[in-house]
Structure formats: structure tokens, C-alpha cells
């Protein structure tokens, strides 16, 4: 028996957004040695055209793509909702941009009056070179690359002429000045035209990307915006850094490849031109680099590479990795919906990855335990900076703990969980040395209870503590669990508490167990707190029994389990409700844990 002949046609797949905007972008650019009607027949296919619009507009590619979709597909960007949105989004950017160009204006213009060089990156000027039109492709930011010899008297002249700092944003010293100006590569202004980045070096990594200001100067052509004229990097300059930039940030808007694919379409009749490129990359050790670009470029755009040219290998393990490490980004809203930290960690593997010779790798290893964020939070002098760097996971822990974002209403309320441990940080430094030793204390005692409660079964170490499996009789202290078979060892303990010590001592390394409890980067909740304090109190001569207990939970759910402390029959630890806790046992590592 034969199925009908209808029956076994199956309809043309849905076009996904991403695959949509691309084939959109591939139109606008015209690059690509595709064929455009199948790029036609691929939008015709998309069905969720608000999908396509988003990614669009976070790619920051709503211009290019509407050039595309006007001038082949006109009635379906009409017939598709699409062209209003597109519209809005392109007006905005215009009108940024015009702005930027005022800005552009003045800030070059005072910096050559006060006979300060500067070069143009990317930005407006990029956008006349590439796309006949400054106001083509969407611009966050102006970029500005002076001497590092200049840095600070060019951003003397623009903080005198209306800018103001935004990063870095922490109070200075030449200790601090130093190590930030060896890991990060710009400074932020806000003024005329909006955002202005003033770069000492091309590169946050020297060892990445960058070349002598001197060499990028003198190799440096015009750009005209009419009537106004500024310097960009030469040809091969502008490659490399392009092609740098974007890796760094794992090409994570796709604004950037649409760039390095109009490149390369120009230089599809002159292969020497990409010829000469390729041999500065291959000087500078950016092969791995150069190879996942020319890939990125033939998949998303179709261009045409011209083959006559000397190409490193397209078919390198890094540069795959780093190909496909952007390419799963694209589709997905990881940049936004994960924060700068998402971001900074890819960018420490990109680099890792492109270009693993010594000094790169120790730079970006080093990266790691520099953060300027925690010398706004934690004014530590001079004399004490190094301690930044063994703070540095403690700080970064207790932010992840604490989340990414403080949600809008936060704002209003109590300050972010980073500022209040930067806050315990301060008072921990200002604290007399008893102090700060007893800190450490508790906090290597909590690990270590931590450490048994999570992964040892307590049958291993429930002899290291001194328990009361009874409840307490009314008036008076609570049994001991190590007294009951032990006549000598329950007169001692008798006798111990019969001269029941201060309980100022007791009180005093509770709080300081629970502020440590409350920093530390892991959970530490009331087992390992009344654990830790035991153990602390044991060390002064103190004796404490520590309690388990459980109770119903709402709605007739299953148990609640709780631990606390008590010290001559007072809770110093784990109290307030501890009454609506029966006591029981210890546990044999079955069930549950306290807490």
C-alpha cells in the first residue's frame, strides 16, 4: 500500500532568527559569494520576525541589515513588521552619531591645539571607510589613541574642557595609578558627544596586541567626514586591530565581523593586500587569530578569500576553538542576561588561547587578581596594596554570593552585598591583631567543619565533639553524651561547670564565628558555626555542649533541623527559636544535616 503522494512532502524548515539575520546582513553587505536568492528564500521562511528585530538591535546591526532588506526584499521587510523597528533603531543612532561627531570635533581639536597627536579608532571615521557613510554602522563610544607619554596631558586637556571621569573611579595614588595603567588600557570621559575612551595602548595585554605609538602615527592616513578630517590607522594597523579587538571580545556583536568581512571583500582583487596583512600577523604571532576571523567570515558571510594570497591554516585547533566559541554565542542573550563577569572570563581564555606564549599567558594570569572595583570599595593605603591580591577571591566570592545585579528596588533599600564586605574587609584591616587572629581562627574552623559536614560521614568525627543526646532538665545544664558512661569524666565535667566561666568570652568568639560565617566563601549555616565555636571554646579552656534538634515544617512538609551551642546552660550560638526544636541525637551521617 502507497501513501499519498502529498503525504510524504514535508514543508520547507522554519528559518531561525539568527540564520534570518544573517542572510539579511549578507544582502546588506553584498560580499559574499552566496547566492542572494536563497538568501531571499531563507527570510521568507522566518517566523518570528521580533526575534530577528532583538538580535538586530544587540548586535547593533539594525542599520546594515535595513539596507539589505530595502534594497532586495523590500515588500517582505513591508509585509514582515520588521522596517518600522528597524527604522526607530537606525534614527537613534543617527542622531548618537551626529552627536559624536561634535564631540569628535572638539576633543581632537583641543588635542591638536595643545600639540598632542592622536588616532581615530574604529568608530565614525570606520564607518566612512567601510560603508560610504559615517552614520552606516552603530557607535557606542569615541576612541581616542594618544602616546602613553602624552596619556596624561591629553586627559588634562579634555577633564578642563567639559569631560569628566567615570572609570577609573577610585581615589589615587601612584601605587594604584601603576598597576592600573599596566592592566587596563583606557580611561573613561563623559562629556560632549557622550562617551569618550582615551587609549594609552591598543591592547589591555601588551603582549597581545600593540605597537609603539610612533610607528602607528607615522603609518596613519586621513579620513575626511566632510568638512572635518581625522587619522586613523594605516591599512595593516587596522586589520590587526580590528581582528584583535573582536577575538578579545569573542565577536560577541556581530557589528565587528560585519567590519572584517567588508575588509576582506575589498581586498578580494588585490591578494597581496591581505598577503601583507598575513605576514604581520604571522610576525606578531596572531596566526590562530587571522585563521578563526577568515572562518567566522566564510560561515557567517560567505566571503570570498582570495586563495592566491599566503594564509596561515584554516584548520588550527585554537583557531576552531575560538570560531566556535562565538559562534554559540551569537544566538543567545549570554552578554546581557550573564554580566561583565560571563564576559571577562571568556575574554581570559581568548587570550590564553589565541597567543599561549609566555608573557601573554602570565599577563592574563595575572589579570586575574586585579581588580580596580576593589580599590574604590576598600580604601587601603599604599603600604597595604598587596593585600588587594590575596583579598581577591574572598572579594569576588562574596559578590557571586551576594548575585550578579541588585535587583531595581535593592537600589533603595540596603547597599550590595560587595559594599557591606568590603565594609568587613575595612574593619577587619583596622582591627587589633587579637582580633584579626581570632578572625582566622573561625574562619579555618568553619572550613574544616564545612569540609567534614559535607563530605565525611559523621560517625568519623562525632567523637571530636561534645554533644547532649538528652534534653536539658528545667534549671539546669543539659546531659553530656561523654559523661554517661564515664563517672570520672561527668564529676570533671561537673566540677568544670560548676565554676561556669564568664560569659563575656563566649559571647565575644560567637560573634566573631558568626561575622566569619557570614564572609567566608561558602555556605557555613548553624552546624559548622556551632562546630567551629566548640572547637574555639575548647582551646580556652570553655565548655560547651552542642545541641540537634528538628521540627515540623509547614504545611505538614517533612522536618526542619537546627543546631546550637550552649555554654553553662545559656544558647551563645544558633538561638532564637531554638525552643520549637525538639532535641534528638546526633546524626550517623543518615538523613538530613542541621542547618
Given at each position: ?6 503525504s510524504?512532502v514535508?514543508?520547507p524548515?522554519v528559518?531561525?532568527p539568527?540564520?534570518g ?6 544582502l546588506?553587505?553584498?560580499v ?5 536568492e536563497?538568501d531571499?528564500?531563507?527570510?521568507s521562511?522566518v517566523d ?9 538591535r544587540?548586535?547593533?546591526v539594525?542599520?546594515l541589515?535595513?539596507?539589505g ?11 514582515s513588521?520588521?522596517e518600522p523597528?528597524?527604522k526607530?533603531t537606525?534614527?537613534r543612532a543617527?542622531?548618537?552619531g551626529l552627536a559624536?561627531i ?9 588635542l591638536?591645539a595643545?600639540d598632542?597627536p592622536?588616532l581615530?579608532?574604529?568608530g565614525?571615521?570606520?564607518g566612512?571607510?567601510l560603508?560610504?557613510?559615517p552614520?552606516?554602522?552603530s557607535?557606542?563610544?569615541i ?5 602613553p607619554r602624552?596619556?596624561q596631558?591629553?586627559e588634562?586637556?579634555?577633564l578642563?574642557?567639559?569631560w569628566?571621569r567615570?572609570?577609573?573611579d577610585?581615589?589615587?595614588t601612584?601605587v594604584?595609578?601603576?598597576?592600573y595603567?599596566?592592566?587596563?588600557h ?5 562629556g ?7 587609549h594609552?595602548?591598543?591592547?589591555y595585554?601588551?603582549?597581545?596586541f ?12 586621513p579620513?575626511?567626514i566632510?568638512?572635518?578630517s581625522?587619522r586613523?590607522l ?20 556581530l557589528i565587528?565581523l560585519?567590519?572584517?568581512?567588508a575588509i576582506?571583500?575589498?581586498m578580494?582583487?588585490?591578494p597581496?593586500?591581505?598577503e ?8 606578531d604571532g ?14 557567517a558571510f560567505h566571503?570570498r578569500?582570495p586563495r592566491?594570497a599566503?594564509?596561515?591554516p ?12 562565538s559562534q554559540?554565542?551569537?544566538g543567545?542573550?549570554?552578554a ?5 563577569g560571563f564576559?571577562?572570563g571568556?575574554?581570559?581564555l581568548?587570550?590564553?588561547?589565541a ?6 599567558v ?5 589579570s586575574?587578581f586585579?581588580?580596580p572595583r576593589?580599590w ?8 597595604l596594596?598587596?593585600l588587594?591580591?590575596p583579598?581577591r577571591p574572598l572579594l569576588r566570592?562574596t559578590?557571586?554570593?551576594?548575585g ?11 547597599g550590595p552585598?560587595?559594599?557591606?564586605s ?5 574593619a577587619f584591616v ?5 582580633a ?12 574544616a567543619?564545612r ?14 565533639l ?17 559523661s554517661?558512661g564515664d ?5 570533671s565535667?561537673g566540677?568544670?561547670l560548676?565554676?561556669?566561666p ?5 559571647r565575644r568568639?560567637?560573634?566573631?564565628v558568626r561575622?566569619?560565617a ?7 549555616v ?9 572547637w574555639?571554646?575548647?582551646r ?8 540537634f534538634?528538628a521540627?515540623?515544617?509547614?504545611q505538614?512538609s517533612?522536618?526542619d533541623?537546627?543546631?546550637w551551642?550552649?555554654v553553662?546552660?545559656?544558647?551563645v ?5 531554638v ?9 550517623d551521617?543518615?538523613?538530613p544535616?542541621p542547618g
Amino acid at each position: 500500500m502507497h501513501l499519498p503522494a502529498e503525504s510524504s512532502v514535508m514543508p520547507p524548515p522554519v528559518t531561525a532568527p539568527l540564520e534570518g539575520l544573517l542572510a539579511g546582513l549578507r544582502l546588506g553587505l553584498g560580499v559574499g559569494a552566496g547566492d542572494p536568492e536563497a538568501d531571499l528564500e531563507a527570510l521568507s521562511r522566518v517566523d518570528d520576525w521580533n526575534a530577528v528585530a532583538a538580535l538586530a538591535r544587540r548586535h547593533r546591526v539594525a542599520s546594515l541589515l535595513l539596507r539589505g532588506m530595502q534594497a532586495r526584499a523590500t515588500g517582505l521587510a513591508s509585509a514582515s513588521g520588521i522596517e518600522p523597528s528597524l527604522k526607530r533603531t537606525r534614527e537613534r543612532a543617527v542622531r548618537h552619531g551626529l552627536a559624536q561627531i561634535a564631540g569628535l570635533k572638539r576633543a581632537t581639536g583641543l588635542l591638536a591645539a595643545a600639540d598632542i597627536p592622536c588616532l581615530v579608532l574604529k568608530g565614525l571615521p570606520l564607518g566612512q571607510r567601510l560603508y560610504g557613510n559615517p552614520l552606516a554602522r552603530s557607535v557606542r563610544d569615541i576612541d581616542l589613541l594618544v602616546s602613553p607619554r602624552t596619556f596624561q596631558a591629553a586627559e588634562r586637556v579634555l577633564l578642563e574642557n567639559g569631560w569628566r571621569r567615570i572609570a577609573p573611579d577610585f581615589p589615587e595614588t601612584p601605587v594604584r595609578n601603576r598597576w592600573y595603567g599596566r592592566f587596563r588600557h583606557d580611561h573613561k570621559l563623559a562629556g560632549p558627544g557622550g562617551l569618550l575612551e582615551l587609549h594609552r595602548r591598543l591592547s589591555y595585554n601588551p603582549f597581545y596586541f600593540d605597537a609603539p605609538f610612533e610607528n602607528l602615527h607615522a603609518g596613519s592616513v586621513p579620513v575626511e567626514i566632510h568638512p572635518l578630517s581625522f587619522r586613523v590607522l594605516g591599512e595593516e594597523d587596522e586589520f590587526a586591530y580590528l581582528m584583535c579587538h573582536g577575538a578579545g571580545h569573542y565577536w560577541k556583536d556581530l557589528i565587528w565581523l560585519c567590519d572584517m568581512a567588508a575588509i576582506l571583500a575589498s581586498m578580494y582583487m588585490e591578494p597581496e593586500r591581505l598577503e601583507r596583512v598575513s605576514m604581520r600577523c604571522r610576525r606578531d604571532g596572531l596566526d590562530s587569530i587571522l585563521a578563526s576571523t577568515l572562518q567566522l567570515c566564510e560561515a557567517a558571510f560567505h566571503v570570498r578569500i582570495p586563495r592566491g594570497a599566503a594564509l596561515p591554516p584554516t584548520g588550527g585547533r585554537r583557531a576552531a576553538w575560538i570560531a566556535g566559541l562565538s559562534q554559540r554565542t551569537w544566538g543567545d542573550d549570554d552578554a546581557t542576561r550573564l554580566g561583565g563577569g560571563f564576559n571577562w572570563g571568556r575574554q581570559r581564555l581568548i587570550g590564553l588561547i589565541a597567543k599561549p606564549d609566555s608573557r601573554t599567558v602570565l599577563h592574563e594570569i595575572a589579570s586575574v587578581f586585579v581588580d580596580p572595583r576593589d580599590w574604590r570599595r576598600l580604601d587601603l593605603p599604599d603600604w597595604l596594596f598587596y593585600l588587594y591580591f590575596p583579598l581577591r577571591p574572598l572579594l569576588r566570592a562574596t559578590r557571586r554570593k551576594g548575585g550578579r545585579r541588585a535587583p531595581p528596588a535593592a537600589k533603595t533599600g540596603a547597599g550590595p552585598r560587595f559594599g557591606k564586605s568590603a565594609k568587613a574587609v575595612r574593619a577587619f584591616v583596622r582591627a587589633p591583631v587579637a582580633a584579626k587572629a581570632m578572625a582566622l581562627e573561625a574562619a579555618l574552623f568553619l572550613l574544616a567543619a564545612r569540609l567534614l559536614v559535607a563530605h565525611v560521614p559523621m560517625r568519623h568525627w562525632r567523637r571530636w565533639l561534645v554533644t547532649a543526646e538528652e534534653p536539658a532538665p528545667a534549671g539546669g545544664p543539659p546531659a553530656d553524651s561523654h559523661s554517661a558512661g564515664d563517672p570520672e569524666g561527668a564529676a570533671s565535667a561537673g566540677a568544670h561547670l560548676a565554676r561556669a566561666p564568664p560569659q563575656r568570652l563566649p559571647r565575644r568568639v560567637a560573634r566573631i564565628v558568626r561575622k566569619a560565617a557570614h564572609h567566608v566563601p561558602f555556605p557555613a549555616v548553624c552546624l559548622p558555626q556551632a562546630m567551629a565555636l566548640q572547637w574555639m571554646l575548647r582551646r580556652r579552656g570553655v565548655a560547651s555542649r552542642l545541641f540537634f534538634g528538628a521540627r515540623r515544617k509547614a504545611q505538614d512538609s517533612g522536618l526542619d533541623f537546627h543546631a546550637w551551642l550552649t555554654v553553662g546552660g545559656e544558647c551563645v550560638i544558633g538561638g532564637g527559636e531554638v525552643e520549637t526544636y525538639a532535641p534528638l541525637p546526633p546524626f550517623d551521617g543518615i538523613g538530613p544535616r542541621p542547618g
